[in-house]
């Protein structure tokens, strides 16, 4: 069966998600707008059907949806009204989901705690009073409320997983090039993936395959979608499973405690557990951040306030403006070589570390982020709120697959397990995450 069955029909569903929205929203700020045509497209979703009919979804507001604003949570894009819609939005609409609203996120989705909206913070319906994580924050935080089904966010350096994680809910960042970045506005886009959000492994795995596969783009890998729902299967027996000891370095020991529970039990589960080696582990972060600084600042240089409302420079948080001369400083041509020709060296050294350690074994499993999430409201320097990204940016440097899983809690704060695998096996991943699930 690959097909969703929701309790109610179509237009039930989406007034229940809408209650529960009435009720918390104002508290959690998942949303910058809702959707207004949201009931006509239920009532089409009962007339049409479709694997999806009637699932809500929230959409991160970095994600074109024809007719609502893409804002990127900025000041500089406040007032744009997307044209047409995402590949990925176009998919999901084509299989009967309703999309319930734009999600909030990280100005640009720069962040890892969902605090530099221009829209305001979002807050952790899971964990009151701490950060939801970032930068899809509404996303995770729409469906851990229960205001939608499932959310689309966008993963560049852990975007989808650090909130899913923090949230409690399931997230997937596909293989680099399998879900179309059409329609998807850039932070850096060697490493941008579109990737759905659920409350559960299943659901999940279905968004995946209806947005998987090949699009328009160039850049896109050449490969037709998967039927992940039909061959899912928690059955571990055979499954290697590796863990490299520089995961624990870096993790805090409440967190460790929490993801080696959940090793055990994929052992039990009768899986194998292997350590593997990933030495480079810590140069990924400041390889990431050199791209990204670069990548982006090259991005925004469209944002010069003549097409769209604003000049960038002259509205934008602070974080965006930090990377911005950033950015501009590395690309300058005398520093060229110096930094970013050895960022893309890195980046090589850490993909061929990755893929050598997931050749001994069929997944990698790790931590999601090295802390818990702080408190709303608690300031952190630059450095410490980079420093969530640290297990979550080698996946997309490397451009693999990555999904997330609630594993635990930490005095009742979710903590999620991460699943990595080969490119384009997003099937093992998916399975592993299914034999994981339920932990709590
Ligand atoms: N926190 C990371 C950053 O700020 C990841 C962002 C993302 O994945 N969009 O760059």
């Given at each position: 069966m690959?097909?969703?069955?929701?309790e109610?029909?179509?237009?039930e569903?989406?007034?229940?998600?809408?209650?529960?929205?009435?009720e918390?929203?104002?508290e959690?700020?998942?949303?910058?707008?809702?959707?207004?045509?949201?009931?006509e497209?239920?009532?089409?979703a009962?007339?049409?059907?479709?694997?999806?009919?009637g699932?809500?979804?929230?959409v991160?507001?970095?994600?074109?949806?024809?007719?609502?604003?893409?804002?990127?949570?900025?000041?500089?894009?406040?007032?744009?009204?997307?044209?047409?819609?995402?590949?990925?939005?176009?998919?999901?609409r084509s299989e009967?989901?309703?999309?319930?609203g734009?999600?909030?996120?990280d100005?640009?989705a720069?962040?890892?705690s969902?605090?530099?909206?221009?829209f305001?913070?979002?807050q952790n319906?899971?964990a009151?009073?701490?950060?939801p994580?970032g930068?899809?924050?509404g996303?995770?935080?729409?469906?851990?409320?229960?205001?939608?089904?499932?959310?689309?966010?966008?993963?560049?350096g852990g975007s989808?997983?650090?909130?899913a994680?923090?949230?409690?809910v399931?997230?997937?960042?596909?293989?680099?090039g399998?879900?179309?970045?059409?329609?998807?506005?850039?932070?850096?886009?060697?490493?941008?993936?579109?990737?759905?959000?659920?409350?559960?492994v299943?659901?999940?795995?279905?968004?995946?395959?209806?947005?998987?596969g090949?699009g328009?783009?160039?850049?896109?890998l050449?490969v037709?979608?998967?039927?992940?729902?039909?061959?899912?299967?928690?059955?571990?027996?055979?499954?290697?499973?590796g863990?490299?000891r520089e995961?624990e370095?870096?993790?805090?020991?409440?967190i460790?405690?929490?993801i080696?529970?959940?090793?055990?039990?994929?052992?039990a589960q009768?899986?194998?557990?292997?350590?593997v080696?990933?030495?480079?582990?810590?140069?990924?972060?400041?390889?990431?951040?050199?791209?990204?600084?670069v990548e982006?600042?090259?991005?925004t240089?469209?944002?010069?306030?003549?097409?769209?409302?604003?000049?960038?420079?002259e509205?934008?948080?602070?974080e965006?403006?930090?990377?911005?001369h950033?950015g501009?400083?590395i690309?300058q041509?005398?520093?060229?070589?110096r930094?970013?020709?050895r960022?893309l060296q890195?980046?090589?050294l850490?993909?061929?570390?990755?893929?050598?350690?997931?050749?001994?074994?069929?997944?990698?499993?790790?931590p999601t982020?090295?802390?818990?999430?702080h408190?709303?409201?608690?300031?952190?320097t630059?450095?410490?709120?980079y420093?969530?990204?640290?297990?979550?940016v080698?996946?997309?440097?490397?451009?693999?697959?990555?999904g997330?899983?609630?594993?635990?809690?930490?005095?009742?704060?979710p903590?999620?397990?991460q699943?990595?695998?080969?490119?384009?096996?997003?099937?093992?991943?998916?399975n592993?995450?299914?034999?994981a699930?339920?932990?709590e």
């Open positions: 690959n097909e969703l069955v929701l109610h029909s179509p237009l569903n989406l007034e229940r998600c809408l209650e529960r929205i009435q918390r929203e104002r959690i700020n998942a949303f910058i707008e809702l959707n207004p045509r949201a009931e497209e239920a009532r089409r009962e007339r049409h059907g479709g694997r999806l009919c699932l809500t979804v929230a991160k507001s970095n994600i074109n949806v024809r007719g609502l604003r893409a804002t990127c949570a900025s000041k500089t894009l406040e007032n744009y009204v997307a044209p047409y819609d995402a590949v990925a939005v176009q998919r999901l009967g989901a309703v999309i319930v734009m999600a909030n996120m100005e640009f720069c962040g890892s969902g605090e530099t909206s221009y305001g913070p979002t319906p899971a009151e009073g701490r950060i994580g930068s899809s924050s996303s995770a935080a729409a469906v851990a409320a229960g205001f939608a089904d499932a959310a689309l966010g966008s993963d560049t989808i997983r650090n909130p994680s923090h949230c409690g399931v997230g997937i960042k596909p293989t680099y399998l879900v179309p970045r059409h329609g998807l506005i850039d932070l850096a886009m060697s490493l941008d993936q579109i990737g759905p959000i659920a409350r559960d299943r659901t999940a795995a279905l968004l995946l395959e209806v947005i998987a090949r328009r783009e160039a850049s896109m050449d037709q979608p998967q039927p992940y729902t039909r061959h899912l299967s928690a059955d571990l027996a055979g499954v290697r499973v863990f490299a995961f370095e870096v993790t805090s020991p409440e460790l405690g929490v080696k529970r959940s090793l055990r039990r994929l052992e009768g899986a194998e557990v292997v350590e080696e990933l030495p480079s582990l810590e140069k990924a972060l400041p390889t990431y951040y050199l791209i990204v600084f982006f600042f090259s991005a240089r469209r944002y010069d306030g003549r097409r769209y409302g604003y000049r960038i420079e509205v934008c948080g602070a965006v403006l930090r990377r911005i950033l501009s400083y690309s041509k005398e520093y060229a070589g930094y970013y020709r960022a890195f980046r090589s850490i993909r061929r570390e990755l893929l050598q350690a997931l050749e001994q074994v069929d997944v990698l499993a790790a982020t090295p802390k818990l999430p408190r709303l409201g608690e300031s952190l630059p450095l410490e709120m420093a969530y990204d640290l297990l979550t080698p996946a997309n440097l490397a451009g693999i697959p990555a997330v899983v609630p594993a635990g809690r930490v005095r009742g704060i903590v999620g397990l699943v990595h695998a080969k490119p384009l096996e997003e099937q093992v991943m998916l592993v995450m299914l034999a699930e339920g932990a």
